[in-house]
């Protein structure tokens, strides 16, 4: 009986672990890339006509629960403003590789029937993820451009209460579209609206496995795009 509940506890074990270190390789996958992205965009400021382009922004996260309890009850952080850099290049026309890195700051929310909800504690969020843009300003500077993002990252919610100071990685399939206004030959207003879809993981913030929601969480921003 006991080596049964040793095989079970060390199958537990061994599925936490590679589940924590899957999510921390794609974590370490995605940031990697965004870095080698910021890079490239940074390298070909001396080059004229690359087309790579740097585009700080700022907005709102609107997130998701993570739980949704009996009675109308629920886990989630709360809005919170964001701000992130977005930095892309070109492959072909119309088409570019693109990295995000963004950070929000909420609190940690219980939500109550009746009352509406309690917050007790904060969640610090960072947002990444590399991926492909279809569209925008590629082929002229000057005008309006619709553009769709499709990417693949993650969420790392840093979690902080009087009990708790844990954090949980999450990886995130994200989705997004928007709008270029370019005003000058390497200078234009970028606003966007994109879907970071992700479930809690909470394997990594307390050690055991609860199935939450595959939450939406909705970044609007808006930014300056400078293009090199």
């Not at 006509?49 to 997130?63: F, K, R, S």
């Not at 919170?80 to 700051?105: D, E, F, H, R």
Request: charged residues 15%; glycine residues 12%; proline residues 3%.
């Amino acid at each position: 009986m006991s080596h049964a509940v040793r095989n079970a506890s060390l199958s537990r074990f061994s599925s936490f672990s590679i589940t924590r270190a899957a999510t921390r390789r794609l974590a370490v996958v995605v940031a990697s890339s965004f870095t080698a992205t910021v890079l490239l965009a940074s390298t070909a400021k001396a080059q004229t006509g690359v087309g790579a382009t740097l585009t700080p922004y700022a907005g709102y996260l609107i997130a998701g629960n993570w739980y949704d309890g009996p009675i109308g009850t629920s886990i989630s952080s709360t809005n919170a403003p964001m701000v992130g850099g977005q930095a892309s290049i070109p492959l072909t026309k119309g088409i570019a590789l693109v990295g995000n890195l963004a950070y929000a700051s909420g609190d940690l929310r219980i939500g109550l029937p009746l009352l509406g909800g309690v917050n007790v504690g904060s969640v610090n969020t960072w947002l990444y993820d590399a991926g492909l843009e279809l569209g925008g300003l590629s082929t002229k500077k000057i005008g309006i451009a619709p553009f769709v993002q499709v990417g693949i990252g993650g969420l790392t919610n840093d979690i902080k209460n009087s009990l708790l100071n844990v954090r949980a990685s999450n990886i995130a399939y994200t989705g997004g579209v928007g709008l270029d206004v370019g005003l000058a030959e390497r200078f234009a207003l970028r606003v966007q609206a994109k879907d970071w879809v992700s479930r809690f993981n909470s394997e990594d913030a307390v050690g055991f496995r609860a199935e939450g929601n595959l939450a939406h969480n909705w970044a609007l921003t808006a930014g300056v795009k400078l293009t090199f």
